[in-house]
């Protein structure tokens, strides 16, 4: 059984950083954990979870609603905070720069950009221009 979410499943985390290095990451720490598939449920919701929290109270409507290219982006963000997760932190085994952390450090810098404004999905937003309650009644 897939372990997934209500934005990003695990075919998308295996997509991006590979079958065996997710199974790498996934089998690091399995304290508390019935397998792989427990701690990849795990980094899923605390991944979902996180993003959205970051943008509960902006301007954007939670659960996100926007267009597929904004959804694409918004599921990267998810994937590489579930790789996070997975790592714990850990530093990779090679000797290569930590393409993770860079990763992780380019997609806050989106999102705050994002909720700073200086980009924006094609819809999703909160109307603040309408009342919220009936008027005139």
């Known amino acids: 059984m897939a372990a997934t979410g209500t934005y990003i ?13 997710v199974t790498k990451w996934a089998t690091l720490d399995t304290r508390g954990f019935s ?3 427990a701690r990849l449920q795990a980094a899923i919701d605390w991944a979902e979870a996180n993003i959205e929290t970051r943008f509960r109270g902006s301007k954007w409507a939670i ?3 926007v ?3 904004g959804m694409k982006t918004i599921r990267h963000w998810m994937v590489v905070y579930a790789v996070m997760w997975l ?3 850990r530093p990779l085994d090679d000797d290569q720069k930590d393409y993770v952390l860079e990763l ?3 997609v806050d810098d989106e ?8 980009w924006t999905f094609e819809s999703g937003e909160v109307d603040t221009t309408t ?4 008027t005139g009644l």
């Open 67 to 69: 267009g597929a290219a």
């Open 35 to 37: 397998g792989n598939e």
């Open 9 to 21: 499943s695990d075919s998308l985390i295996y997509e991006l950083f590979g079958s065996d290095q």
């Open 131 to 134: 009342p919220e309650v009936p």
């Open 87 to 89: 790592r714990g932190g």
């Open 111 to 118: 999102i705050t950009e994002c909720l700073m404004g200086a």
């Open 104 to 106: 992780k450090k380019a």
């Open 63 to 65: 659960p996100f609603a």
